[in-house]
């Protein structure tokens, strides 16, 4: 047991929190020590009743059971990897930049969910960080199960084919992938790689309840892949950054 607990508290401090409450209210719900269904997201209920907890629940929720339990762990093993790996590695030292693209994920998935009426937000959101991973990894070479290999910006594909295959669905998936993309556009590729004007910062009440750790040395806010590889070209290959590492899924 102090085996488990100090991995868990080796897990970075958000990714922790998401990944407890990941466990925690679908436990609740399969206990029945509170009726599953005040989890879910019902757009009349949050509207009209004032249950405004629904889009908090629905997106730690997730319905545990014979035919669902292989592709809850299956994206639970997803949020443990990749909100880990962008925690300490695009966002290592700022907790608040990296809890700013968790909310505004967040908000546009409870919209399409509202709009669309989804029910479950967990998938979405899992599939967004790992969008947004594979972007800033994406000419990374990855193993996925039976020895392929690819890079890592076919993963989020990849995955929701996966899970396609073992869930049925590839709705969650898709959002999930677009809302990334969103993110990813608006914070790294119309400002960096277009010139454009940047629409999106995180909010200073953010920073003084989660302050940076290393000052303004971070790898937040690094070019993505394709600016670097320009600038190593001209360089003669020189200032390379490592955004992580590619992975066999499976491996701990």
């Avoid at 700022?94 to 029910?119: E, K, S």
Wanted: charge should be positive; proline fraction near 6%.
């Amino acid at each position: 047991m102090s085996d488990l607990g100090d991995w868990f508290r080796s897990i970075p401090v958000i990714t922790r929190y998401w990944f407890a409450g990941a466990i925690v209210v679908p436990f609740v719900g399969k206990l029945g020590l509170i009726n599953a269904s005040y989890f879910l997201l019902w757009p009349d209920a949050f509207l009209y009743h004032f249950q405004i907890w629904r889009p908090i629940t629905a997106t730690f929720f997730f319905p545990v059971g014979p035919g669902t339990g292989f592709l809850y762990l299956v994206n639970l093993y997803f949020l443990y990897q990749y909100s880990t790996r962008l925690e300490t590695g695009a966002f290592d030292g700022r907790p608040a930049d990296y809890m700013f693209m968790l909310l505004f994920n967040w908000v546009c998935i409870v919209i399409t969910g509202l709009i669309m009426d989804m029910q479950l937000l967990m998938i979405p959101l899992i599939m967004s960080v790992l969008y947004v991973w594979a972007q800033l990894n994406r000419e990374m070479i990855v193993s996925f199960w039976f020895g392929t290999r690819f890079k890592a910006c076919y993963l989020p594909w990849v995955i929701l084919v996966f899970n396609y295959i073992i869930g049925g669905s590839v709705i969650n998936e898709l959002i999930g992938n677009l809302v990334g993309h969103l993110y990813y556009f608006l914070m790294f590729k119309y400002p960096m790689d277009l010139g454009g004007r940047t629409f999106l910062s995180t909010p200073q009440c953010l920073y003084r309840w989660l302050p940076s750790r290393r000052g303004n040395v971070s790898g937040f806010g690094v070019p993505p892949a394709s600016m670097r590889r320009g600038a190593e070209h001209q360089l003669g290959g020189g200032g390379r950054h490592n955004w992580g590492q590619g992975f066999r899924l499976g491996d701990q």
